[in-house]
């Protein structure tokens, strides 16, 4: 019955290694997010997708790419991943705009060597 | 820019005490207020939320909270918590305006022991 899936659960990679985290939804929605949560931080919004509209948050740095190659999936890439990336990031969904409720995956703890 | 402030970063209670989780924002137009719960080793899932009318806002379990627009506030209450409602707990604010972004606290910790 999961709704929003991340994979994986757990990403260990090395400094300067690209890495790329993986989300998928069975909700049909139209908006999918990508926070990034540091220990005892609030979770931080880095960008989003309206359908296939693409929307970046001003401060994310440009290490940090999305794709939605469709609906259902989309993916985080980190090009070259620093100490200060290590981190969780959370996958969310919403049918239209924010006032909708977001649905949240499970989200993938990033490791950075 | 908006901010969300939690200024208890853990409570621990016992089971049947009375819970309120402060949370306060600083936005000076009209917002969307959340509640969002984070059980052990779950995903985050809504609580509740209030948009507009009533200020005081039921949700699942038992929760409810408060909107007091004249105090930026949006207090989440509980009036006997259980040793299941242990986890963390985030208010969030949506600024209405269309825009997509969702602003957390940085969360409290609730522990309630049996």
């Known amino acids: 019955d999961a709704m929003v899936i991340q994979n994986p659960r757990y990403q260990v990679t090395q400094f300067g290694k690209p890495v790329t985290l993986s989300c998928s939804q069975t909700l049909n929605h139209n908006v999918m997010y990508w926070y990034q949560q540091k220990s005892s931080q609030a979770p931080k919004l880095l960008f989003h997708?309206?359908?296939?509209?693409?929307?970046n948050e001003a401060d994310t740095p440009d290490n940090f790419q999305s794709r939605r190659p469709n609906t259902s999936f989309c993916f985080l890439d980190i090009r070259s991943p620093g100490l200060g990336d290590a981190a969780m990031y959370l996958c969310?969904?919403?049918?239209?705009?924010?006032?909708?409720?977001?649905?949240f995956g499970p989200g993938t703890r990033l490791t950075v060597l | 820019a908006q901010s969300v402030s939690q200024h208890n970063h853990h409570v621990i209670l016992s089971e049947a005490a009375s819970l309120e989780l402060g949370c306060n924002y600083s936005?000076?137009?009209?917002?969307?207020l959340f509640w969002y719960v984070q059980y052990p080793g779950q995903h985050l899932q809504l609580l509740l939320k209030?948009?507009?009318?009533?200020?005081l806002v039921k949700g699942i379990k038992g929760f409810e909270a408060e909107f007091i627009k004249s105090k930026f506030s949006f207090n989440l209450r509980k009036p006997s918590v259980q040793w299941s409602d242990t986890a963390e707990y985030f208010c969030?604010?949506?600024?209405?305006?269309?825009?997509?972004?969702?602003?957390f606290g940085t969360g409290t910790r609730l522990t309630v022991i049996p």
């Open positions: 969030a604010v949506t600024i209405q305006t269309g825009a997509n972004n969702l602003f």
């Open positions: 969310a969904t919403s049918r239209n705009q924010a006032t909708d409720t977001q649905y």
């Open positions: 209030y948009f507009s009318g009533d200020p």
């Open positions: 936005y000076g137009g009209t917002v969307n």
């Open positions: 997708y309206y359908d296939k509209d693409f929307n």
